[in-house]
């Protein structure tokens, strides 16, 4: 696909075009989902700037990837089932979600076990690795609300679920990495 004009004035009135073609308001369930995962895909971009190991660096970037998928897959409503229309699109797959999964096991086994709550603190490249966590679990909720109205793929709920756990274990190993303590949290 080649963009030649960014600016269409389509959006004025405040619709936008589903990469089906269909026309829907700029606030429904689906753009907001998609929204989300496009501020999340940016603010992994920000992440990804103050992050030195270059292996985290490759991994954030396929993230990043992924994530372009996923919100081409919540811009896209998934054809109807019996339809004999093809699906235009790729979609997230189990792939995707085992990739994270493997992920987590890998930079899990490097932490000490996690006996209290810690608070989204330490480094910047940490913090922001937080923020991250947080978002993720918004955008998660905006494609459960979806699911909840409209059929999407299923594999986008449980790659967001497991995204949030990797982001929260990669932040742990960033402080580590970079010296920065765990701080607990108090209920004092």
Known sequence: MRITNVTTRSGDE????????DRVSKASQRVCA?????ELNSF????????????LQQLLERIQNDLFVLGADL????PESGSNKP?????TSSAEIENLEKAIDQYNKTLPPLEEFIL???????ALLHVARAVT???????VHLAQ???????????????SDLLFVLARVVNRQSGSKEVFAKFT
Do not use: K
């Open 87 to 91: 699906d235009p699109v790729r979609r």
């Open 14 to 21: 405040g619709n936008t075009s589903l990469a089906s073609g």
């Open 34 to 38: 998609y929204g989300d995962v496009d």
């Open 149 to 163: 109205a409209e059929h999407i793929n299923p594999h986008v709920v449980i790659y967001l679920n497991r995204l």
């Open 75 to 78: 811009a896209t409503p998934v």
């Open 120 to 126: 989204p603190a330490g480094s910047e490249a940490a």
């Open 137 to 143: 679990r918004r955008a998660e909720r905006q494609a």
């Open 44 to 55: 992994l971009g920000l992440t990804r700037s103050r992050i030195v190991d270059g292996e």
